[in-house]
């Protein structure tokens, strides 16, 4: 390496510990130097006051951190190394700070650099066509719905089921767990008795979940029918005609033991059209489709609304009563399939729609927080690093708006952020808001800690199933 001459006032340089090379273009400092004589002149004339002339955020930060140094520049076919001095003692309070901010938003930009290239493409939301071909028998088809007090949904969804265009033998079970309104006789007023069962499920024992125990009894039901699969489908759930078919040719023609679609959820009030785009964008965050379809890779995942599984796998793998604990049922029978050997697939269905409806940002507060300690299993470590991680990826990029790495981390979480955005019709101006969206989230998560703490963790339609 050229040796440069010591600078004139070299006291102000101080514990050289640590040589850095910063290679590329771009000068760390702009001394404008054009020469290997200018550089060495411009270091000795100004080596005192080149930490107040740091350009760039990299820069900062090394001083910050006392370290010396070494700038490397082509000028011409000479390499020049311009010494750098370390900060001066009297650093202050405010340099601590933007140094600090800075550091930060470096580190958002690593997170958002990371989901973006490299967490299987799970941004990429997209309506999923049709794929694959049914064979030439098709296979028996039973669907199990569970119901507790969806006398205002579940109509429309037996009806959509009683609708299927689907070439095979197909049954549909409803469960009614134990409704207080007229669950039952508006699902059997929507489809024939001859494709429709409805039972009434017996007390909730110990050791269950409500809707596993209900889905428990439905698939015991349907198992009198030796379907080839189950569709296990919620109440409040619209089919397309060609659902069943679609899922199965799927399911065949790929030999996937689960299929799955995420239903597309309303959108239409102030509290949908801000918070649901952001729910299946964390979701496929979450469980990003490539890796759950790799048979290669652990992830494992699925939608709840609608899952087509081999009965076979779902025996093989120990029934319902395998998963009778789980609150995220869906994603917990996922990964007792894709342990067992058995591929799992799941995808975006705009065809595939859950009519529920969420009126107020309230109602979505109590569906997040349902659940989402759950899925930090219990742990407040864990809920401390990920309000932690969260805060670094959505609320740090903000708040460093004004340097490059704060504007930088915002721009790719707003890229990444717009086709949720564009799949559910909004406008591509939510995008920057995603950092409020998230703080929500966020917030929803904490409360589902205090829930649990209560003895209230997991409450849905008057059952604290968490605790």
């Not at 955020?57 to 700038?71: D, N, P």
């Not at 550091?103 to 941004?123: D, E, K, N, P, T």
């Not at 489709?289 to 048979?295: E, M, Y």
Request: proline share 7%; glycine share 8%; charged share 20%.
């Amino acid at each position: 390496m050229p040796q440069t001459p010591a600078p004139a006032n070299s006291a102000a340089i101080t514990h050289p510990k640590a040589l850095i090379k910063f290679g590329g273009n771009g000068p760390l400092f702009r001394t404008g130097a054009k020469s290997k004589a200018a550089a060495i002149a411009t270091e000795k004339n100004s080596v005192a006051a080149l930490p107040a002339k740091a350009t760039t955020a990299l820069a900062r930060i090394a001083i910050h951190f006392r370290i010396t140094a070494v700038q490397c520049n082509a000028v011409g076919r000479t390499i020049v190394f311009c010494r750098l001095p370390s900060p001066r003692s009297g650093a202050t309070s405010r340099d601590n700070r933007i140094v600090f901010l800075e550091i930060l938003g470096a580190a958002s930009v690593a997170v958002w650099l990371y989901l973006l290239l490299a967490r299987g493409g799970f941004w990429r939301l997209r309506d999923e066509p049709p794929e694959g071909e049914m064979p030439a028998s098709p296979p028996s088809i039973v669907a199990v719905v569970p119901a507790r007090n969806e006398a205002e949904v579940v109509g429309r969804a037996i009806a959509s089921l009683a609708a299927q265009r689907y070439p095979g033998a197909f049954h549909i079970v409803l469960v009614d767990d134990a409704s207080a309104d007229a669950t039952a006789e508006a699902a059997r007023a929507a489809a024939p008795p001859d494709i429709l069962t409805v039972i009434r499920s017996a007390p909730l024992p110990g050791g269950w979940t409500g809707k596993l125990w209900a889905v428990s009894q439905g698939v015991r039901e349907a198992a009198r029918l030796r379907p080839d699969y189950l569709l296990l489908t919620d109440a409040d759930i619209v089919h397309p005609p060609a659902n069943a078919a679609t899922l199965a040719a799927r399911a065949e023609s790929g030999g996937y033991a689960l299929v799955s679609y995420m239903a597309t959820l309303e959108c239409r009030s102030l509290a949908e059209r801000a918070l649901v785009p952001a729910f299946v964008f964390f979701f496929f965050m979450l469980y990003p489709p490539a890796w759950i379809a790799d048979p290669r890779r652990a992830a494992a995942g699925a939608a709840g609304g609608c899952m087509l599984i081999r009965r076979q796998t779902l025996e093989r793998i120990g029934g319902i009563e395998s998963i009778r604990r789980e609150l995220i049922d869906d994603c917990a029978l996922a990964r007792a399939v894709k342990r067992g050997g058995g591929r799992v697939w799941v995808g975006l269905s705009a065809a595939t729609r859950s009519i529920r409806r969420y009126q107020t940002f309230a109602e979505i507060f109590r569906t997040i927080s349902r659940t989402a300690f759950t899925q930090l299993q219990h742990s407040y470590a864990v809920l401390a690093g990920t309000v932690a991680a969260l805060a670094i990826a959505y609320l740090i990029p903000p708040c460093t708006a004004l340097g490059p790495f704060g504007a930088l981390a915002w721009l790719l979480m707003s890229l990444c952020y717009l086709p949720a955005l564009r799949f559910y019709r909004r406008s591509p101006l939510w995008a920057p808001l995603l950092p409020l969206v998230a703080a929500f989230y966020m917030a929803a998560t904490v409360y589902s800690a205090i829930a649990y703490r209560r003895g209230a963790g997991g409450m849905w339609k008057g059952r604290a199933q968490d605790r």
